[in-house]
């Protein structure tokens, strides 16, 4: 029973599960819902603010939650503006089981405990 508990605890909560599979010359923000463009990140030390801090962020899995959509969308691009990785990011951070961030990945149902706020203008 007890290593049936301990499986589930390190399945629901992990280490570097983002992996930015390429290098991110920029990334773009759109409204989530709507896709409407508002801002691009081109600036190469706060990209790799960001993608440092994904790659060792905890996350934990949200499959079997019921969350909010995030408010923005974040497409990681390549220099020939490939799509490498496309997140959910809210303006204020979430707490999910102990997990505070901004970050959100609906292809891999993992909430990503990454602080790191982006400015945004409304």
């Known amino acids: ?30 409204e989530y819902e709507s896709n409407e463009p508002l801002v691009e990140i081109t600036e190469k030390s706060k990209i790799d603010d960001i993608t440092r801090s994904l790659e060792k962020a905890k996350t934990v899995t949200t499959s079997a939650m019921d969350i909010a959509l995030p408010d923005y969308k974040l497409s990681f691009r390549s220099e020939r503006n490939e799509v490498i990785l496309e997140l959910g990011y809210y303006i204020q951070p979430l707490d999910l089981d102990g997990i505070s961030g901004h970050y959100w990945s609906s292809e891999k149902d993992l909430f990503i405990g990454s602080s790191v706020a982006i400015e945004i203008p409304q």
């Open 1 to 30: 029973m007890l290593s049936s508990i301990l499986l589930i605890l390190a399945l629901g909560c992990s280490s570097n599960a983002i992996h930015i599979g390429g290098e991110v010359s920029r990334i773009t923000i759109t």
